[in-house]
């Protein structure tokens, strides 16, 4: 079966750039997806199809998938932005496939 | 709006079984397929099973297969997940959540504010 490979954990200071790797066999062959879920809350998308930020979801979170890894990046990163970052794939034969989930910490 | 509201959860003992529910308002609920996700303590999100916009088609994987069922109320809109033979490894928080298919792939736009599940004798 497919996996997803995710860093337990990312630090940024505030006002400046996170990256949050997904690693994956041949991933950029793959339509990467990923979810913010702050603490108690409900996940929510933030990118759609590698690189797409749903209606609502600021500028700065972006994404890209190349390789074996995907990335979300988020500039200037705030306060709020705390949360944990799934990354997640679908295909035939592995149907949903999610990573473990990076926490985010912005000092 | 769309809105997902998930109910059911509880305390049962390894071996029980529970019902959830999820309500469904904001948009046309047969027109999409929908699915559970959920996250036990400390690890991430698992996918535990899929269903259909009509309903004629359910899917899961090989950790529930034969435990769970998902069931969907077209009329109500309202999706279900039956779980049955319930083991300490269940416990977690269930979400459902709105599929969306596009180009070749599935991800999902909407999410519950999820039930917790706990199995513990």
């Known amino acids: 079966s497919y996996e997803l490979t995710q860093p337990l954990s990312v630090s940024v200071a505030l006002g400046q750039t ?76 592995s149907a949903w496939v999610f990573g473990g989930g990076t926490k985010l910490t912005v000092l | 709006e769309v809105h997902l509201v998930e109910s059911g959860g509880g305390l049962v003992q390894p071996g029980g079984s529970l019902g959830l529910s999820c309500t469904a308002s904001g948009f046309i609920f047969s027109n999409y397929a929908m699915s559970w996700v959920r996250r036990a303590p400390g690890k991430g999100l698992e996918w535990v099973s899929a269903i259909s916009g009509s309903g004629g088609d359910t899917y899961y994987p090989d950790s529930v297969k034969g435990r769970f069922s998902i069931s969907r109320d077209n009329s109500q809109n309202i999706l279900y997940l039956q779980m049955n033979s319930l083991r300490a490894e269940d416990t977690a928080v269930y979400y459902c959540a709105k599929e969306v298919y596009d180009s070749g792939s599935l991800f999902l736009d909407y999410w519950g504010q999820g039930t917790l599940v706990t199995v513990s004798s």
């Open chain 1, 18 to 93: 996170a990256r949050i790797t997904c690693g994956g066999n041949n991933i950029g062959s793959k339509t990467v997806h990923w979810y913010q879920q702050r603490p108690g809350r409900a996940p929510v998308l933030v990118i759609y199809k590698n690189y797409n930020r749903p209606s609502g979801i600021p500028e700065r979170f972006s994404g890209s998938n190349s390789g074996n890894t995907a990335t979300l990046t988020i500039s200037s990163a705030q306060a709020g932005d705390e949360a944990d970052y799934h990354c997640q794939v679908w295909d035939i034969s």
